[in-house]
């Protein structure tokens, strides 16, 4: 295995690729080329500077540590979005191309099989499997969700290069196999939702937007009488499904009438 060495890390990945044909995927993954191909060259870094590595539905790039991040970035949040108005206005419905992407900054080693190995690029890969910035694409009307690296946001993000406003990065902690993860997000926060379970029962994502202001105040506590029993919170079943939200058992009885 070589030395560990220090690597922009930039993953591209399709939404829905599994759902397509052969054919849709197989145009769908030249469209992944042809975009990052051409906002790469938009940002001044051509393929000798870069190692590319296929995952079918998705691309991992590991740039050269000199090419500039911000300029990177900046490219990352205009051209994208572009190349993919435009490839979409020419598509099928069933053809459409939406994007998840994370940019990260750390130190990736390669081994005797050209794997990449690295605890920065592991990380990298969770935040982009991370059902928050899957939820964030679902609401985004550009057909791109892109999320940084806290080494990113701050070396880069939080200086405000031209171009790169910080406060359209919020902080976000997506749960992952391996715990919080910590990373920004580029845009508005996803709406929340039920809480989602993976495998294992694991939850995919509990994050929230960060805030100063400090933990929520606790809801207000809901009134009782005495023939009603109220049971607050997720329920879950012995099927693992849960059952969210308030759960009201009426004890009331009906009055029975006289029977004469």
């Known amino acids: 295995m070589t030395n560990p060495v220090n690597r922009t890390i930039l993953l591209l990945d399709i939404e829905r690729y599994s ?41 991992m790039e590991l740039i050269d540590a000199n090419a500039p991040v911000s300029v990177l970035l900046r490219t990352l949040l205009t051209e994208v979005p572009v190349q993919l108005r ?23 080693a390669i081994d005797a099989h050209e794997g990449w190995v690295g605890t920065d690029l592991n990380h ?5 499997d991370a059902t928050l910035l899957r939820d964030a694409l679902r609401e985004r009307p550009d057909d ?14 939080r200086h405000g290069h031209p171009g790169i406003r910080p406060e359209d990065f919020s902080h976000i902690t997506p749960q992952s196999k391996n715990g919080l993860l910590s990373a920004w997000l580029y845009g508005p926060v996803p709406s929340a939702g039920p809480e989602q379970e993976g495998s294992g029962g694991t939850p995919k994502s509990t994050a929230v ?14 009134p009782r009488t005495p ?6 919170g997720d329920q879950y079943g012995i099927a693992g ?19 004469r």
Do not use: W
Request: glycine letters at 6%; hydrophobic letters at 35%; charged letters at 25%.
């Open 86 to 108: 435009k490839t979409n206005r020419m598509a099928a419905s069933s053809a459409q191309i939406r994007l998840r992407a994370v940019l990260a900054t750390g130190y990736v």
């Open 241 to 259: 499904g849960t059952n969210h939200g308030d759960l009201n058992i009426s004890l009331d009885r009906q009055p029975r009438k006289d029977q």
């Open 124 to 128: 990298a890969c969770r935040l982009l």
């Open 144 to 157: 791109f969700a892109l999320c940084v690296s806290d080494s990113v946001h701050q070396g880069i993000v």
């Open 19 to 59: 759902d397509r044909d052969d054919v849709e995927q197989a145009y769908l993954r030249r469209m992944l080329y042809d975009i990052a191909d051409q906002t790469l060259d938009a940002a001044g870094i051509d393929s000798g500077r870069r190692q590319r590595a296929d995952r079918g539905d998705s691309v």
């Open 227 to 232: 023939t009603s029993t109220q049971i607050m």
């Open 209 to 222: 937007p960060d805030s100063d202001a400090g933990p929520a105040a606790a809801a207000p506590a809901q």
